[in-house]
Each structure stands twice: as structure tokens, then as C-alpha cells.
């Protein structure tokens, strides 16, 4: 006997256009809503539960991909740069694509099936890409790859994930929020010298010590940040001394730093990206290429160092002397890739 289904009306909203994540339905159906989509990223927006790949040229110019060939893409995300690369495979050859979040790669996967890549050239994988060693050793060596290593706007947008302060929602940040702790959780058990330590080592804070003092402030009174919002007052209220034609904008800048300290930290990023560069030349087949996209200064410092030790100890026969950035062009059609720098490596023969 059939269930009787329950309709589930959509969120409504108030005026003319939708505001919150959760009322933007039309962003969320591409496939339904094409003119909608294009009118968003026309107005250099980004559409809800969506995300613009970067770069896409530059990288497919220099992997040079050819059908038959094997290869890799370590952070999988929406799958635009997946779905580029299996197109220069032509049917031909596997892509392997990997990533911790257990939400996005489900739909991802079944986004690109609808599109035509299937089994038989596409497998997702939902493992850490500090893991890449094991990929390399059930399915390389690999002719080309990719790393992005930025933050999907998927995650950035939906306020349940938590991963910025302009929407209301639950400090988390966790790249898989099946694991680790939270980083409401961090700031509730945190050192007023370790979060100093964290805020200037990962995002260059300077009103590092101010801020902690603050977070510290509310543990002790047993008021602990537990929301995106919540954060960000505490970073206001930590930067009142700065004139107030000033303050705006630097609370502004100190939110984006201090959010993005705390999604490093919760998720081990430095840790996981120098576990994969050290492995990185391993699973790379003579000749093989692979292009890294990095969106701040820790992160390219790191890849640009593996990469240049790796040429002078011969792992690569060629490195990126400089790193390539996108077009103006890219970056105001999506602001989100103004940050954005491109290294590559060739493995040595």
C-alpha cells in the first residue's frame, strides 16, 4: 500500500525578491531557472547553493588533457572543474574525485550523472585529499590533476554550515560536519595565547589580542559563542576603540580573517595540505601535470615551497616561476576569484 505523500510548500518571502538561502529556490534549480542563474551571475553574484569554478581555462590550457587518460581532482566541490576535465577525456580514460563533505558530494554526483558522466568514467570519492597516497595507489599513476582550495559557495551561503559572519546560523565551519568538533566548540575550550596564535599564524590578524581577549571575556562568564552572529558582535565589541569612520570597515575585514582562521584550524587545513603536497609527486605519472588553485597567502607560501623543493630535488622537471591569476574579466563576473592564484608542476620523467 502507497504512503500518501505530504506536499511540502515552499518557503515564502516578503517584497518582491527572496533574500534568505532557504527562499532562493529558483538559484537552487539551474537546470529549471537558467534565466534566473544568469541574470545572478550577470550582477557578479554567486546563486544560492551554487558555485562559479574558477579559472577553468588557464587550468585545462596547461593540463593538456587527452582521451584515454587517468586523472584526479582533489576537491570535487559543485564539480565544475570535474565536469570541464571528463569533457577533454571525450569518453575516453577515468576521472577519480575526491571530498570530505558527506552533504555536497551526494548531490554532486547525481547532478553530474544527469549530465551524462557516469561509472564508467566518473567515481567520487569521500575521503580527505591528505589521503591522496591511497588514491594514487588503487587507481594512479595519474597523467593530470587539480586541487581547488577554496571553500565551495555552496557551503559559504547555506547559514547551517556556519561559515560566515553575514548570515545568522551555527558557528561550525566543519568541512564534514560528521567529524571533529565544531568551532563553536574550539572557542569554548581555547587559550586566550593559543587563539592569538591562531588568528595571526593563519589569516595575518592584527587586532589578534584584542579579539581574544574578548572571546576569552564571554567563556569566563559562562556566555560562550555558539552562533555565526555571536562571533561577530564579540569581534565588534572587541574593535570599539577604533574611530567609528573606521570601525565598519574594519570589523568587516577582521570578521572574513577571523572566520577564516577558525575554518583552518577546525579543519586542519595547513596540516592537510602539507600532507598532500608531500605526497603529491607520488601518485603523478612521468610527465604528469597538476594544477593547484590557492586563496591566501599561508596556503600559496606552502604550495609554492613543495614545489619549488620538489624541482630542485628533481621530483618535477618544471614549476610555475610566478603564479598565473584570473582575467579581470573572470573577476567581475565572479568576485570570489579575485583571491585566487594558480600554480602547476610537471613531473619529472
Known sequence: MEENQVHKRRVRYKGTHPRTFEEKYKEKNPEKYADTIEKVIKKGSTPAGMHISIMVKEILDFLQIKPGQTGF?????????????????????????????????????????????????????????????????????????????????????????GFTYKFEGPLDLRLNPEKGISAAERLADITKEELIGMLVENSDEPYAEEIAREVIKRNRRKDPIKTTTQFKDVIEEALKFIPEAERKEAVKKSCARCFQALRIDVNSEFEVLYSFMEKLPGILAPGGRVAILTFHSGEDRLVKKFLKDGLKSGLYSEVSEDVIRPSAEECNRNPRARSTKMR??????
Open 73 to 161: 581532482d582533489a576537491t570535487l566541490g559543485y564539480g565544475g572543474h570535474s565536469m570541464e576535465m571528463m569533457k577533454c577525456l571525450e569518453g575516453k580514460g577515468h576521472l577519480h574525485s575526491l571530498d570530505v563533505d558527506p552533504i555536497e558530494i551526494v548531490k554532486t554526483k547525481e547532478r553530474l550523472a544527469s549530465k551524462g558522466f557516469g561509472d564508467d568514467i566518473f567515481t567520487a570519492h569521500q575521503m580527505n585529499f591528505a589521503d591522496i597516497d591511497q588514491l594514487g595507489a588503487e587507481f594512479g599513476p595519474f597523467e593530470f590533476g587539480m586541487a581547488d582550495l577554496g571553500v565551495s559557495s555552496m557551503q559559504i551561503d547555506n547559514p547551517e554550515r
Open 344 to 349: 602547476w608542476a610537471v613531473r619529472a620523467k
